[in-house]
């Protein structure tokens, strides 16, 4: 009696095993394409985010659009037939910290590679670890400091476009549309300079002239007294002010001009995640901005658009879905999705097993030139410089209109070439 | 070359530990409230209590402060349980520090130490009462020892000394919230103070630990303390003579509350020669964060005592200074608990909501019918009618705190003094330094936040 109820027991247990292995893959998306594998341990990206610190706004976004990146590339059967698993470390937006993070990657979750970082001192402090570690790493900061050949082989931006180009690049527009006398204003610190020096260059490339350069002191927050510095001849402003006073700066640029004014173009950066209907910001309207990604969906939106927005939870506005006034960091954040996807086709190109394989990785990413728009690569199409391990990209030009950005226009990604200022691939592993 | 990328976003309250908003629109829509006439009114306010405080008799301080037995029995059995709640608790926090996943806002051990213990206590022991004898660590050892009150009426010059380390750590350590890095040094500390428990006898909580001492002197504040109902303050109102270890604790707790405000400011950090706009991560600014915090803890200290030394002298040197010195250092208790607020509040709003879905997790670990994938939103901060509530809250938080402050140091002037005339006369310096202090708290509440 006992031995048949044992026997019984032991049979529906079997039969609950086997019926559970059969629905396992319908139950798990992309686990039936896992057991094709060699091996079927996860690939492990290591992701140096900012939750803490001054990067967290951006680091909370990063991290959603990364986990929705790789819960894409696992639903389509993950990379070499292996699950990715993203091991996220806190950075907390501090060099020293990030050089720890990537050798606590490197070293004690024995990652892959490394990948996400944003702000660019950050990377400036992880980056030569990577390098004495040998870790691939792959940084989203659009720093010029990839292609400016300041850090090492291991270091790759595909994702996104570096500023140098994303400034050049506005210059034909600048010039053929708004007009070709410039005032520049700008905080006085390296992010504003960098704007002051590549502009100034393009722009003249153009025919065109900076006919004033207003440095603000980083810890300005009234701006009146520096508007009557803007020359008269002044055709078009440039702004790039950004910090807790942007609105500030905004609200007393419309008290000064009033109704006539000149063109006004800015670079969305001082109001990433900011809502543009906040108050003082009616004065936007009719101006223009630089966009990384439209965060308004265009009336000729791409499929790829509304596939990532929907992947994320993202709105027509660029907000959360869960709650309209939680604005994302749209124009930047597509950098984690798409350098996923580079590192995804990189590994399948490179036939990646594991660590062993890293320079193999990063030379089938060097050979890398052409990424086409689809839903690997929303913001649109790119092209790679391996010399450089820089991705160069379109950049968009949006119009406030009625409290939303347009795009007006869409640059060439020839628009924003310039001549190479390193060859990693020279330099050996 | 650029630096920094995206200092736009850079936002406030990043030098607190978990503390994942740094967002820009907050401080920018601050800006553009009206907050010269929230300062002027919160000052207003102030005055108007000074004026009534003046007008008070020792009757009537006493009449103000009276407080109700809440009837309450004591449940031996509950405080056993309460006790093995919180080690189980802490025990439990620990070992998901060592063994969850290294995310520091959804394992528990930064949540347990920095939202729980840091944020969101400390509200709790003013406006409810002492729930940290729930969630202490140590207490279960109490029932094993009978010499329970040995030493706690010794000087807590160690729980001070506990108490800054705590803060400094908060303040300048590169990662205090990586999970298990902080398991390994909580644990540490937790098994200090038992050892430390089990040599000086359980009253050594009361003396020798931070977070004891501390959340047992804002419970004092909170209405229904010590099992009574009144106003808020009443246990700090009926406390005789606190000893001076006690005094200086609560000062410490006001500078460090200041300090954590001021450091944060455009102002500080042009001081530190650090740009607002860029700041370059805790582990580049330790030596003139600990230099700021010892400064700011020496200046409130001897500012305050200088105060208090005038304020008795004027009123004739009666009593001795040290007494007179002790009691209005207590006084200070409701501003350092205005502070924290107002401090804290964006803050929690962020965290607050990690904490809730890190626990929402633990439910959906035992019932998978519960279908839910939350997202963390700080909308709020992108709203301007929001952000004025948030504003108005933390504004009367450090009102309302400076107004009982006033209430509380008057009332002891009218114990120690003989006349109303003379406790009036002790209490002229500290009407001008707690007028400036309410200026001070409203001045960080408006200023432009760069880290």
Known sequence: ?429 | MRQFRFPALAGLLALCPTVALAHVSEGALVLLLPTGFYTAAGIGAVIVSVVIAALMTQRGAGMLFASADMGGRSFPRLHMCASFFGFSLFISVLLAGVLGEQHPLKNFMPLYVWTLLWLILPAVQVLIGNIWSWLNPWAFAGLFLSKNGQGAHKPCWPALICFLAIYLFAMVDIAPDAPARLAMIAAGYWLFHMAMIFWKGSGWLGRGEGFSVLFTLLAHLSPFAAGRIGMPGHRVHSMASPRLSLAIFAIAMLAAGSYDGINETFWWLAQIGVNPLAFPGRSQVVTPMVLGFVAAQCALLLSFSATCYLGWRLAGSAGSYRGFFSLMALALLPIAAGYHIAHYLTAFMVNGQYLKIALLDLIRETDSSLQFRPFITTGFFNRPASVQVIYTVQASAIVIGHILAILLSHSFALRLSGTRRQALISQLPLIVFMIAYTFLGLWLLASPRGV
């Open chain 1, 1 to 429: 009696m006992t031995s048949t109820k044992k026997t019984a027991i032991s049979r529906r247990s079997t039969l609950g095993l086997l019926g559970g292995a059969a629905l396992a893959p319908a139950v798990l998306p992309g686990l039936s394409g896992f057991a094709q594998a060699q091996s079927s341990a996860p690939i492990k990206i290591g992701f140096q985010l900012h939750r803490t610190g001054i990067g967290a706004a951006y680091g909370r976004w990063y991290e959603r659009t990364s986990n929705a990146a790789v819960a894409r590339i696992n639903e389509m059967g993950g990379i070499n037939g292996r699950p990715v698993e993203l091991v996220i470390e806190d950075d907390g937006t501090d060099p020293k910290r990030g050089a720890e993070v990537v050798e606590k990657f490197a070293t004690q979750h024995e990652c892959d590679i490394g990948f996400g970082t944003l702000f660019s001192h950050v990377v400036y402090g992880s980056a030569p670890r990577a390098g004495e570690l040998k870790l691939p790493y792959f940084v989203c900061s659009e720093g010029h400091h990839v292609a400016s050949g300041a850090l090492n082989r291991y270091v790759l931006q595909p994702g996104i476009t570096d500023v140098k180009s994303q400034v050049q690049a506005m210059a034909p527009f600048v010039a053929d549309n708004l007009g070709k006398k410039v005032t520049m204003i700008f905080p006085d610190f390296a992010f504003g300079h960098d704007h002051r020096d590549f502009f100034s260059e393009a722009i003249e490339a153009q025919g065109g002239e900076v006919v004033a350069k207003i440095a603000i002191p980083p810890t300005e927050t009234s701006f009146t007294k520096y508007f009557p510095q803007i020359p008269r001849e002044t055709e078009v402003i440039y702004h790039v002010m950004v910090g807790p006073a942007v609105l500030t700066f905004v609200k007393e640029m419309g008290e000064f001009f009033g109704p006539s004014r000149p063109e006004i173009f800015g670079f969305i950066d001082s109001l990433e995640a900011v809502d543009l209907s906040s108050p003082g910001l009616e004065f936007l309207e009719g101006t223009y901005f630089w966009e990384g990604n439209p965060r308004y969906a265009q009336a000729d939106q791409s499929d790829h658009d509304k596939a990532y927005r929907a992947a994320i939870g993202i709105d027509d506005n660029g907000a959360s879905l869960t709650d309209s006034a939680d604005v994302s960091t749209y124009a930047h954040m597509f950098s984690c999705w798409e350098t996923l996807n580079v590192i995804k086709r990189g590994m399948e190109t490179a036939g990646y097993q594991g660590p062993a394989d890293r320079v193999k990785l990063i030379e089938a990413i060097e050979d890398m030139t052409d990424m086409a728009h689809s839903d690997d690569h929303p913001q649109g199409a790119k092209l790679f410089n391996g010399k450089t391990h820089q991705v160069f990209g379109h950049q968009y030009i949006s119009q406030v209109e009625e409290g939303r950005l347009n795009v007006k226009h869409t640059t060439a990604i020839e628009d924003g070439f310039y001549e190479d200022e390193v060859d990693y691939t020279a330099q050996s592993f």
